[in-house]
C-alpha cells in the first residue's frame, strides 16, 4: 500500500480500525457517514475504506453510481469493475497500491468495463457474448446515459462528450467457474451467475465473507428484460446464491450504497420464484413488466419464462 496514503488514514481516523467493521445489518443509507473517505486525488470518484485493505471506488455524481472494488492481497490486488470510463480509476487505483492488479469484472456491459483499457492484465469468461463487448460498445449502448443530464458535479475536465469511447480491451487469463483467485493470503472466489448477462459473475472473498454481486443484485431496480437477460438462468443463479447466504457477512453491490445484508439473497431467490406465480402483482409496461419486492424491485420480459 501506498505509504503516504497510510499516513493520511492514521491522521484522519487516530482510532482502532475495528471500530469501522461492516455488520450485516446495519442501515445502508448511513455508509458515506460511517465509513472513512480516502482523498485518492480524484474529485470523480469517491473512495472509502470498508474494511482492511478493502476500498469502494464510487462514481457518486453520476446516476448510475457505478461501483468498483479493490480488493489487496499480500502479493497483488483485485479490481472488480472499472466503471463507465469518465474518470480515469487507475489514478485512484495507483494511490492506494504499488502492487500488481488484476482486474475482473462482475459482467461486460459497458457501465463495467470502460476503463479496463488502462489495465494490463484482465481476467474473463470465455464467451462470444464477452469477447464481442471486449471490442468495444458501440455508441447506442451508452449514448443515453453520457450526456451532461446524467452528471451531477466533479466533471473531470479532461473529459469530453463528443471524443466519448467504450474502448475495447484485452481479455489475458479466462476464468472458470469456483477458480480461486489468489492476491496473497486472501482468496478470491469465482461464481458463475448469468441471468443479468450471459458472463455474469460474482467474487467471494472468503476471508472476510464479502460477496460482490455485480448487477445481479443491488437494493434497487434489477434488469432481467434486456435481450441478453434470461430469467432461466437468473432464477437458477438466485437459487444457488440463496445457498450461500449463510457463508455471506454482507453484499458489496454494483450500484448505488457499496453495502447490504446477505438477507436478501434469499429473498432473490424467493422473488424470482414468485414472478413465475401468475397470481403475483406487477405493473406491466412495453413488452416488460416490474415487481416490487422488499427493498428491491425487479423488470423482466412480459410474460418472464
Do not use: C
Not at 480500525?17 to 474529485?43: C, H
Request: charged content about 20%.
Amino acid at each position: 500500500m501506498n505509504s503516504r496514503l497510510i499516513v493520511f488514514i492514521i491522521f484522519i481516523l487516530p482510532i482502532s480500525f475495528g471500530t469501522y467493521t461492516l455488520t450485516a445489518q446495519e442501515n445502508e443509507n448511513s455508509f458515506r457517514a460511517k465509513y472513512p473517505k480516502i482523498d485518492a486525488g480524484q474529485n470523480w470518484y469517491d473512495t472509502y475504506l470498508i474494511a482492511e485493505n478493502t476500498y469502494a471506488i464510487i462514481a457518486p455524481n453520476h446516476w448510475q453510481e457505478t461501483i468498483s472494488y479493490l480488493l489487496i492481497g499480500e502479493n497483488k490486488a483485485l479490481l472488480v469493475d472499472t466503471g463507465m470510463g469518465i474518470g480515469n480509476i487507475k489514478l485512484t487505483v495507483d494511490a492506494l497500491t504499488t502492487l500488481p492488479i488484476i482486474v475482473i469484472n462482475t459482467h461486460s456491459h459497458y457501465d463495467h468495463v470502460s476503463n479496463n483499457y488502462l489495465f494490463e492484465t484482465i481476467y474473463g469468461r470465455d464467451l462470444a457474448f464477452t469477447e464481442k463487448n471486449a471490442s468495444g460498445h458501440p455508441r447506442s449502448t451508452w449514448e443515453n446515459a453520457i450526456q451532461p443530464t446524467a452528471i451531477k458535479d466533479n466533471l473531470p475536465s479532461d473529459f469530453s462528450f463528443e471524443n466519448y469511447q467504450s474502448k475495447p480491451f484485452e481479455i489475458t487469463k479466462f476464468v472458470e467457474d469456483g477458480e480461486i483467485i489468489q492476491l496473497g493470503n486472501r482468496p478470491v472466489e469465482v461464481i458463475f451467475t448469468p441471468g443479468h448477462t450471459p458472463d455474469s459473475m460474482l467474487f467471494f472473498d472468503r476471508n472476510e465473507g464479502f460477496l460482490m454481486t455485480g448487477d445481479t443484485f443491488y437494493p434497487s431496480t434489477l434488469w432481467a428484460h434486456r435481450a441478453d437477460a434470461s430469467f432461466k438462468d437468473y432464477l437458477a443463479s438466485a437459487e444457488r446464491m440463496a445457498e450461500m447466504e449463510h457463508r455471506v457477512k454482507y453484499l458489496l453491490p454494483g450500484h448505488g450504497e457499496p453495502i447490504a445484508s446477505p438477507t436478501y439473497l434469499t429473498k432473490l431467490r424467493d422473488a424470482f420464484l414468485a414472478m413465475r406465480d401468475p397470481n403475483t402483482p406487477f405493473t406491466k409496461g412495453e413488452n416488460r413488466r416490474r415487481y416490487e419486492f422488499d427493498g428491491f424491485a425487479a423488470l423482466v420480459k412480459d410474460p418472464p419464462e
